[in-house]
């Protein structure tokens, strides 16, 4: 598979998954990078999960002052989920799997934060992995897409453990965020799109990634809140402001709705709106933000809360998954109520 499509991409950097974040890290010089790679994990190892069902862990947290809601633990459905990138700065181009600082950040951060958001099953697998720099999204050259290749070698061990220990035949919601989604997609593509598995395919969820249509053969992205077996992405911006590599394709990027969960859809009421999670993991702000789909990225209107001037911002990548948590649960659990193995 090309991956020249990779490189005209703007990076952008995520650290917490939360609407709070304020300030942001610079790019690190390549030069001061090496190509030299730790072990490859082994995931026959727990250490080297970020989640699994039978432990506590980030991912099962609740949001404070959540409202009630029914339990998500009857579902017959796994969530194998693939974190976003933690590492901006380093020796290396892959990070460590043995990395404690980053592991910490991973499960503080993304596990806590993004993860929970589709814990709707009660078996949910994150695997940790050799993560690429986040520089190699604008490094564009050979070394960077190696280092793509060593982390989704790692994301493809994962799965392959999951599938042959663990899954027993049961539907699969496929989620990430940034990084993470670029390695969904490629499970997507070398596992599902085409093949037996997409039978057990509840959804794919890549936020924060643009995906293309025409990257799958057979793959259809989802156009209606409880279709299974179908692809959900969507990247997140200010009203008004479009990202420069917006258009190096002859097509559009897949925006799915994350209110509601219509293809390219048009704008959300505030009462579809069911509230933010912030980086304190507290629920807040129902019925507080309205989007829509244009030109193949989601615009996202200035929040209906005080001093809400302040708070916009151009790039909401950030706030892919947070600004619409109970949403996004929601409908991982609506889809997995609507997925039967007989399809």
């Keep these: 598979m090309s991956l020249l499509h990779l490189w005209p991409r703007i990076a952008v950097v995520v650290i917490v998954a939360a609407t709070s974040l304020s300030g942001c890290v610079s790019l ?6 090496a190509f030299t790679l730790s072990e490859e994990p082994q995931f026959s190892n727990e250490m080297q999960w970020a989640s699994l069902p039978w432990r506590l862990d980030p991912s099962d947290e609740i949001p ?42 991973a499960d503080r951060y993304t596990m806590l934060l993004q993860a929970s958001a589709f814990n709707v099953g009660g078996k949910l697998y994150a695997p940790r992995y050799r993560q690429a720099h986040i520089g190699v999204f604008t490094w564009q050259d050979s070394l960077s897409l190696a280092a793509l290749q060593v982390a989704y070698s790692d994301v493809r ?39 037996s598995l997409s039978s057990q395919l509840v959804a794919a969820y890549g936020p924060g990634f643009d995906w293309y249509p025409s990257e799958f053969q057979q793959l259809k992205a989802c156009e209606k809140p409880g279709e299974v077996g179908c692809l959900c992405s969507w990247m997140s ?13 002859d097509e559009l990027p897949i925006c ?5 969960w219509k293809l390219n859809g048009e704008m959300n009421t505030l009462e579809e709106h069911q509230g933010v999670v912030l980086s304190n993991m507290k629920f807040a702000h129902a019925g507080k933000i309205q989007a829509r789909s244009e030109r193949g990225v989601l615009q996202i209107m200035p929040p209906d809360v005080p001093f809400s001037r302040f708070l916009h911002r151009d790039n909401w990548h950030v706030g892919d998954i947070n600004l619409f948590w109970l949403n996004v649960r929601a409908n991982a659990r609506n889809r997995a109520e609507a997925y039967t193995p007989e399809r």
């Design 157 to 195: 061990s994962a799965f392959l453990h999951y599938m042959e220990h663990w899954n027993d035949g049961r539907g699969i919601i496929l989620a990430g965020h940034s990084q993470g989604s670029f390695h969904i997609r490629w499970l997507l593509q070398e596992f599902f799109d085409g093949k």
């Design 64 to 105: 404070k002052k959540l409202p009630d809601s029914p339990p998500y633990d009857s579902l017959e459905v796994d969530v194998f989920f693939v974190h976003p990138t933690q590492y901006f700065n380093g020796a290396v181009y892959n990070a460590a799997i043995e990395d404690i600082k980053l592991n910490e950040e």
């Design 28 to 33: 690190q010089d390549q030069s001061e990078l």
């Design 237 to 249: 911006y200010g009203e008004g402001y479009f990202p420069k590599w917006l258009g190096y394709r």
């Design 256 to 260: 799915t709705h994350p209110v509601t």
